[in-house]
């Protein structure tokens, strides 16, 4: 079987640990690459770009052709979402509290939970009207200067952003992106440094015609860059027919 001399203990040991080493469990593939290929590639040093695809493609196999590979290298990863909600206003509290799998597991870091009671503006809106951007980014940095929050995170600090917007009796239905891009603009400088710090974004709307607009932001640091959870980080794609697409082949 393809990837028997992979799953020892040793390897067990890391996978199953709360915070894998992946400079041992890297050292520890290629030795069994080695052992069941008759190989003898260097774990400790710097390998050749055909050695690393060629154990890329080894281990892509064991993925496929190994029983107990799924349950070692994918986790998972319990999330409570509301099956059945009391009201509207429960559904949107456990939706807003969503705990993200991805970027929580990798940073282990506690989200903040920000509710600010405003209505939405659209990017289209802020940008014909500059006076309602500036009352609408002026009223979130006062709300927001009350809850004492401002400079949560600084300028590099990498993050994960889940928002909810709720569109009550106020307002019309809004693009989502449009309301992202908006309030976005607005946290930036107060809540978190720079927008370009965000690697994880989650968007959701709720609509209602009994409650005033209101917006949550759930926000927590992200590793997801970090690639601390990748064996070899390099990129191997099999792209077949599909070539690169080049925007300036389809301007008129």
Same mark, same amino acid.
């Given at each position: 079987m393809t990837g028997e001399k992979l799953f020892n203990d040793a390897l067990l040991h890391e996978l199953k640990s709360d915070f894998p080493d992946i400079r041992s469990i890297r050292k520890l593939v290629i030795e069994a690459y080695n052992s069941e290929n008759s190989t003898n590639i260097d774990c400790e040093n710097i390998i050749t770009c055909e050695e690393e695809k060629e154990i890329v493609k080894w281990l892509n196999q064991v993925h496929m052709n190994n029983p107990y590979s799924p349950f070692l290298f994918y986790e998972k990863y319990p999330v409570l979402l509301p099956f059945i909600s009391s009201t509207l206003s429960s559904k949107i509290s456990s939706l807003s509290q969503f705990h993200c799998p991805i970027c929580s597991r990798r940073n282990n870091s506690i989200a903040r939970i920000i509710t600010?009671?405003?209505?939405?503006?659209?990017?289209?809106?802020?940008?014909? !009207?500059? /006076? /309602?951007? /500036?009352?609408? !980014?002026?009223?979130?940095?006062?709300?927001?200067?009350?809850? *004492?929050? *401002?400079?949560?995170? *600084?300028?590099?600090? /990498?993050?994960?952003?889940?928002?909810?917007?709720i569109l009550g009796k106020q307002n019309r239905d809004k693009d989502l992106d449009n309301m992202a891009k908006a309030l976005l603009d607005a946290l930036k400088g107060v809540l978190f440094g720079d927008d370009m710090d965000i690697d994880h974004l989650s968007l959701m709307k709720i609509k209602t015609v009994e409650d005033d607009d209101f917006v949550t932001v759930n926000i927590r640091g992200s590793a997801l860059n970090q690639q601390n959870d990748v064996i070899f980080n390099s990129m191997h794609h099999v792209w077949g027919e599909r070539s690169l697409l080049d925007i300036k082949d389809f301007m008129q």
């Open positions: 600010i009671r405003i209505s939405a503006i659209s990017k289209q809106s802020a940008a014909s !009207e500059p /006076k /309602k951007r /500036k009352a609408f !980014e002026k009223a979130i940095k006062y709300r927001l200067g009350n809850l *004492q929050t *401002q400079h949560t995170f *600084q300028r590099g600090d /990498k993050l994960c952003i889940h928002i909810v917007f």
